[in-house]
């Protein structure tokens, strides 16, 4: 069964940085493109920023010049990397494939951004 392992949240003051794992089952990991969505307060899950296989990457533009996306395929692991951080950033972060294979969203890592 995939499972999905996300890590790295915490509370930050504006402008800090954060930097998210996330753990992918190797069954998918060398096949799919990797994604990093969130969801904040009241609000859609958002795509955040993916990469592929060969190590393309696209962002939000919410994102854009903040986050950075990586991946490691030797450890099935997926990461990004946030600076600059701001209050609208806060939300609870999830990584995925791109399109979304999962159906079983992994528990997330909240990220809240505050003074």
Known sequence: QVQLVESGGGLVQ????LRLSCAASGSIFSRYTMAWYRQGPEKWRELVAHIT???NT???D???GRFTISRDN????V???MNSLKPEDTAVYYCNTKPVIVA???QGTQVTVSS
């Open 14 to 17: 504006p402008g800090g940085s």
């Open 53 to 55: 296989i060969a190590g």
């Open 58 to 60: 696209n962002y939000a």
């Open 62 to 64: 919410s994102v854009k």
């Open 74 to 77: 030797a450890n099935n692991t």
């Open 79 to 81: 990461y990004l990397q």
């Open 104 to 106: 079983r969203w992994g």
